[in-house]
């Protein structure tokens, strides 16, 4: 059997299955709706088989010479370039990604996956002196052992792959819940790529369901020790509570209201380009897409006027179509959300310069001016294409503008004086900040996550290696030790 004509069924311990209690859920095409496949729906008894196959399969997987793990996942890296027209078919037809914003999604977890390739050499231990005469201390780094992860909707291969590739890089063995809306891009799929590059059975698992029928089975099962969660800050905090409970440890990348500030001395045209792909790739369902765009009031005509003419330029529609730039919302209730924001928006005082519209699900990319950062479209995650531009006086009104946020992910700072830019970025209370250039960056070795209502922990490169893995200190005593039992 083709292992590709499998993904509408669960993977635990290496083979494709039904669920335990036979029922399944339509995989839709958010753009016209058509049902894809009708996936298996796991249940809590397919949670425990997944995570039971996990803990058996992992020990003989640290077992394997290391170089045998890293030509494992440099195989799987080579074989998502193979597969990269099909994947990309996937991801326009079942997320709504244009084909642009898919090619940068492939090829994000290409790279995070040739990264974790490097793991398996990079288990380092350390020697350290002793106080106590004739001992040695050593500190191994090993394995957690098994890792929940539970991934998104909206960039689904690349924030399963993002976890899953460096789990197992690291030594673990992996189960995969993907959201439900994005059951084969964000798990079906992966699971058959791996088994593909020859991974052992039982060291990835996947599990498509209802998160509230499996969510908190796969946080509190004893067998994980970290669980890894991308997705909203609500969600989050529900998952950083149950695994508290539990002792275990997790690692967050959550929600973001991310901020661009256009400096009094930016260059306006370069800055609109920046802002327009950074707020409308993947219709601003970004967890790192700008939220805000605030620019400095004496720029502040010649910005807008830049930002519509690059936005009104975007084509928005069918994402099969190659030039489609802004696709689909992912469903109804997300559409629904956005179209509230705007509406609130629009009655606090702000003016709609472009779009506000929407055909099904293709919200039009809509420009708001004269916004404040007490409407609702500065003050809440959008997670659409909507874009709000504020503005400001000062550096320091500028900052304030950027801190008055729970959120710490991402931003971006324009200005034609880089050190006065990074002297403002240093003070903006974010995990991640880019100085001439938007807030949707991404790259495989280098530390990704935020701060406050954004989120615990960092994904990339050794921080990757660090969440995934942990420390045993070894001391080793070579000349026997005199022990004193009294204190004279």
């Not at 299955?17 to 298996?40: H, K, Q």
């Not at 994980?224 to 989050?236: N, Y």
């Not at 615990?456 to 660090?466: E, H, S, T």
């Amino acid at each position: 059997m083709d292992r590709y004509s499998t993904l509408a069924q669960l993977y635990i311990g290496g083979e494709w299955r039904a669920a335990a209690s036979g029922e399944t859920a339509p995989a839709t095409d958010p753009f016209t709706d058509e049902t894809l496949l009708d996936v298996a729906q796991a249940t809590k008894d397919d949670v425990d088989a997944a995570y039971r196959a996990a803990e058996a399969a992992q020990a003989e997987w640290m077992e394997m010479l290391p170089t045998k793990r890293q030509a494992i996942l440099a195989k799987a890296a080579e074989v998502i370039e193979q597969r990269r027209e099909e994947i990309t078919d996937w991801l326009v037809k079942e997320s709504g990604s244009t084909k642009l914003k898919a090619g940068f999604e492939i090829s994000n977890a290409i790279g995070i996956t040739q990264e974790a390739a490097t793991f398996p050499l990079r288990m380092e231990g350390e020697l350290y002196p002793s106080v106590t005469p004739g001992k040695e201390n050593r500190v191994y780094r090993q394995p957690v052992g098994v890792v929940g992860v539970i991934s998104p909707w909206n960039f689904p291969f690349h924030l399963s792959m993002r976890s899953v590739a460096p789990a197992l890089g690291a030594g673990n063995a992996v189960v995969l819940k993907p959201a439900s809306n994005t059951a084969v891009t964000g798990g079906t799929i992966i699971g058959a790529i791996f088994e593909e590059a020859g991974l052992p059975a039982g060291m990835l698992n996947v599990l498509p369901g209802s998160g509230s029928e499996i969510g908190d089975a796969i946080v509190t099962h004893p067998v994980p020790r970290v669980i890894s969660f991308t997705g909203s800050t609500k969600v989050g905090k529900g998952i950083a509570e149950q695994a508290g409970k539990h002792l275990k440890r997790v690692e967050l990348e959550l929600g973001g209201n991310n901020i661009m500030l256009v400096l009094d001395d930016a260059d306006v045209e370069q800055a609109a380009r920046a802002a327009a792909f950074g707020k409308f790739l993947h219709q601003g369902q970004i967890c790192i897409a700008l939220n805000r765009i605030a620019v400095h009031a004496s720029l502040a005509d010649a910005f807008t006027e830049a930002f519509l003419g690059t936005v009104r330029a975007l084509q928005a529609g069918d994402p099969s179509d190659g030039q489609t730039f802004v696709g689909p919302i992912i469903d109804d209730d997300q559409l629904e959300s956005i179209l509230d924001i705007l509406k609130r928006t629009k009655e606090a005082g702000a003016t709609v310069a472009l779009g506000g519209g929407h055909e099904g699900r293709v919200i039009e990319p809509t420009v708001l001016t004269g916004v404040t950062q007490d409407m609702s479209a500065a003050s809440e995650e959008i997670f659409g294409p909507l874009a709000p531009i504020l503005t400001f006086e000062s550096d320091e009104e500028a900052l304030e503008i950027a801190n008055a946020t729970d959120y710490g992910l991402s931003g971006s700072v324009f200005t034609g004086n880089t050190e006065r830019g990074l002297r403002l970025a240093r003070r903006v209370k974010t995990g991640m900040i880019h100085v001439n250039d938007m807030s949707v960056n991404d790259e495989p070795h280098v530390a990704f996550g935020g701060m406050g209502a954004s989120g615990l922990g960092r994904f990339g490169g050794k921080w990757a290696l660090d969440a995934f893995s942990t420390v045993q200190w070894v001391s080793i005593q070579h000349q026997p030790r005199t022990y004193r039992f009294s204190a004279k």
